[in-house]
């Protein structure tokens, strides 16, 4: 019998976050899960199937930010295997299709194709043989909206340190990720991303991007 629930472990935060981000919160670039045995497999053999589902998830990076997972930046709301109706191989073991809800940063943003197809192919690598995952969704939720308060302080700081992208808190100014600053002005509402906008460092004088 194939586990199937609420995300367990480093994905756990994901689902459905809508305050800040926990400091305590483990950095999911690279996910640290729990392992309990999920059987009824082809060969035989106990795998956690579902939590390694999601580790597969959790280890896509977002295109925009490179070594940024996507589990990191608040896109992913839900992880979960349902049973695909009467389907069961040779050996009768019950087979799943997974289900992945992502949320975008913004509605038009054009990697989400990208993202999409990079986490059905992740998704399906956990099953190579294909014997178990018979069928992979990857669903747009349309009816949920990103924030930067979806953010673990981990991707926050990479692009902040990594990139010189700042990131807006919910009711309030970003800093400067160059010199620190809290006087930056806004510029212009979209910089070279659509989930961006340029504002103005007064006192290190350059142009900053901020995900809003």
């Not at 302080?153 to 990131?167: F, N, Q, S, Y």
């Amino acid at each position: 019998m194939i586990a199937v629930g609420r995300p367990s472990g480093a994905l756990a935060g994901c689902r459905g976050a809508t305050g800040e981000p926990d400091p305590s919160e483990p950095d999911l670039r690279e996910p640290d899960l729990p392992e309990p045995a999920v059987e009824g497999t082809p060969d035989g053999a106990d795998v956690p199937l579902i939590d390694r589902v999601r580790a597969a998830v959790g280890r896509v990076t977002d295109p925009e930010y490179p070594g940024v997972s996507i589990v990191a930046m608040g896109m992913v709301e839900d992880v979960r295997a349902v049973p695909a109706p009467d389907a069961r191989d040779r050996a009768d073991h019950a087979m799943v299709r997974v289900v992945v809800d992502l949320v975008p940063t913004v509605l038009s943003c054009p990697a989400f194709s990208f993202i999409r197809d990079d986490v059905a192919a992740a998704v399906r690598a956990v099953d190579a043989t294909g014997r178990v995952i018979v069928d992979v969704e990857v669903r747009l939720r349309t009816d949920i909206e990103w924030s930067t308060a979806r953010m673990t302080p981990a991707a926050a700081a990479a692009l902040a340190d990594g990139l010189a992208i700042a990131v807006r808190p919910p009711g309030r100014s970003p800093g400067c990720p160059v010199c620190g600053s809290d006087d930056l002005v806004e510029r212009a509402a979209f910089g070279s991303a659509r989930c961006r906008a340029t504002w103005w460092c007064p006192d290190c004088r350059n142009p900053i991007e901020v995900v809003r």
